[in-house]
């Protein structure tokens, strides 16, 4: 596996999201369940399968581009709304990005380390250790690239993460992946309730950093991605089980710009897994 990613990583991008497109209609052919969830999930958002059919190819290409994303030369990307995040940084109290499972959320924490870090130092991204053997050594060392440095979600990578934004810097995470259980609220998601990381918030809160929201719209025939960043609609409420709520609605507002490069077959309404480590 790890020769076949460096190999994938070598290709063009056009190459990869074709292969993609193929990779992504087989998967929903064949797996009944990831089907069913996929419909479901939009549905509840109010969106019919005709609306939101592009999602099937859009996942496949997420997972055909990976390859170039972690190991190959960096993609083309297109800014829209910067001005808030130079504001965000001018405040020197700390950057928190948010982003949905929407688009390529790879690109967005490459091309903010590879924009902002000369001048503001890194930006920390969180990510899940890999289970998978083999995954775990295609991974090893992927992610770090210049101006880019990962936390593991544990206890040691929640206070790595606090000790970026009181430095001022910037970290970046998905308050849409459903984390273990304790480390989360239920909270709805378009009307359905679904176990909600508390991180975001929490970080926020204890910090006073400076939230923002952004996402990597992957752009047609291989052009590269088109980075859109926006400020929260309101100030964070200082309640947590508030604040929880308001990042989901906002996760909400982002998914609903682009429906179609949402990742609707993830199990966002599925049951939190009890995790054996504590703090993890």
């Known amino acids: 596996m790890p020769f076949l990613f460096r190999l994938f990583s070598r290709c063009p991008l056009w190459l990869l999201h074709a ?18 969830r996929l419909v479901a999930n939009a549905a509840l958002a ?9 999602a099937v190819a859009h996942a496949g290409r997420m997972a055909a581009e990976l ?10 990307l297109e800014w829209e709304g910067t001005a808030c995040v130079d504001a965000a940084y001018a405040r020197g109290r700390g950057v928190i990005f948010l982003t949905p499972h929407l ?43 210049p101006g880019l440095e990962t936390a ?20 970046g995470l998905l308050p849409d992946q459903v984390p273990p259980e304790g480390m989360g609220q239920w909270a709805p998601v378009f009307g359905q309730p679904a176990y909600t990381m508390t991180l975001g918030a929490r970080l926020a809160l204890q910090t006073d950093a400076c ?8 752009l047609p025939w291989g052009r590269g991605f088109r980075l859109h960043f926006r400020e ?12 929880v709520v308001q990042i989901n609605q906002e996760m909400e507002r982002l998914i609903r710009e682009c429906p179609q490069q949402y990742l609707w077959g993830y199990g966002r309404y599925k049951q939190p897994r009890v995790d054996p480590v504590k703090g993890a």
């Open 152 to 171: 593991p979600t544990t206890l040691a990578g929640v206070r790595q993460m606090m000790k970026a934004l009181r430095a001022g810097r910037a970290v």
């Open 46 to 54: 109010g969106y019919s399968f005709s609306q939101v059919r592009g």
């Open 67 to 76: 390859p170039r994303i972690w190991l190959g030369a960096p993609t083309p």
């Open 232 to 243: 929260l609609q309101s100030p964070l409420s200082p309640l947590l089980e508030s604040a």
């Open 211 to 218: 939230v923002l929201l952004v996402w990597g719209e992957r």
């Open 103 to 145: 688009g390529c959320f790879e690109a967005t924490a490459q091309g903010l380390a590879q924009r902002y870090s000369p001048a503001h130092g890194p930006i920390v991204v969180l990510y899940r250790p890999a289970r998978h053997p083999l995954m775990a050594t295609v991974l090893e060392g992927a992610r770090e690239r």
């Open 19 to 36: 292969f993609g497109v193929v990779l992504g209609w087989l998967v929903f052919a064949a797996s009944p369940t990831y089907r069913r």
